[in-house]
Each structure stands twice: as structure tokens, then as C-alpha cells.
Nanobody, 127 residues
Framework: QVQLVESGGGLVQAGGSLRLSCRAS????????LGWFRQAPGKEREFVAG????????VYTDSVKGRFTISRDNALNTVYLAMNSLKPEDTAVYYC????????????????????WGQGTQVTVSS
């Protein structure tokens, strides 16, 4: 059974930092792009960041560029999201996801391209 389990969420003040982790089990995702999405209360889930299967290419939504960094450790089957200079508008449930296609050169930004999802971890940024 494939599982993606996120951790590292919590409550932080504006300007603070958090590092999210997502570990996969039940399958090796070293050949698949991985991504982070988030869903704020009353809003649709949105793409945050994605990383290619080798980790050489990453893409970010504009609102987090320069503040968030996605990375992966294929030996640990884990993807990370380092979040700095957090803002109250970053408050959301954060989900990691694995691409449905193997070996994609560029990570996709549409959630429909991701086949496996974690249960989410809450990030709350207070002002």
C-alpha cells in the first residue's frame, strides 16, 4: 500500500520558518516528480512547489519564490519543503503528492497530474 506521510507542520509567528517532510512508503518514488500543494480555509487547493525526479529542476508558485525551497532525498524516499519568512497568508493544510508518470523532466503544477497524496499537515502563521 502506497503511503505519503507529511510531518513538520505547526504554529509559527510571521517571519518564522518551518521545514515540512514527506516520506513515502510502499513504493519507491525516485523516478517520479514530487510536489507540495496547500489548501487554505475556504479556498481551492493550489500548487506550491514541485521537484523533478532527479531533483535537478524545481518550480514554485510566484507567492513563495525566494522564500520556500523544495528538495528531495531519493535514498530516504523523502521530499522536503523549507519555508522561510512565513506570512499569515501561508496558513493552510500542506499536502505532498507524487506524479502519476515516471521520469517527467519538469514537475507538473496541476494536481490532476499527481496520483498519490498525503493526508496533509497544518501550517498556521500568526501575525
Amino acid at each position: 500500500q502506497v503511503q505519503l506521510v507529511e510531518s513538520g507542520g505547526g504554529l509559527v509567528q510571521a517571519g518564522g520558518s518551518l521545514r515540512l517532510s514527506c516520506r513515502a512508503s510502499g513504493r519507491t518514488f525516485s523516478s517520479f516528480a514530487l510536489g507540495w500543494f496547500r489548501q487554505a480555509p475556504g479556498k481551492e487547493r493550489e500548487f506550491v512547489a514541485g521537484v523533478s525526479w532527479r531533483g535537478g529542476r524545481s518550480v514554485y508558485t510566484d507567492s513563495v519564490k525566494g522564500r520556500f525551497t523544495i528538495s528531495r532525498d531519493n535514498a530516504l524516499n523523502t521530499v522536503y519543503l523549507a519555508m522561510n519568512s512565513l506570512k499569515p497568508e501561508d496558513t493552510a493544510v500542506y499536502y505532498c503528492a507524487a506524479d502519476q508518470s515516471r521520469g517527467r523532466i519538469f514537475p507538473e503544477v496541476n494536481e490532476g497530474d499527481y496520483a498519490y497524496w498525503g493526508q496533509g499537515t497544518q501550517v498556521t502563521v500568526s501575525s
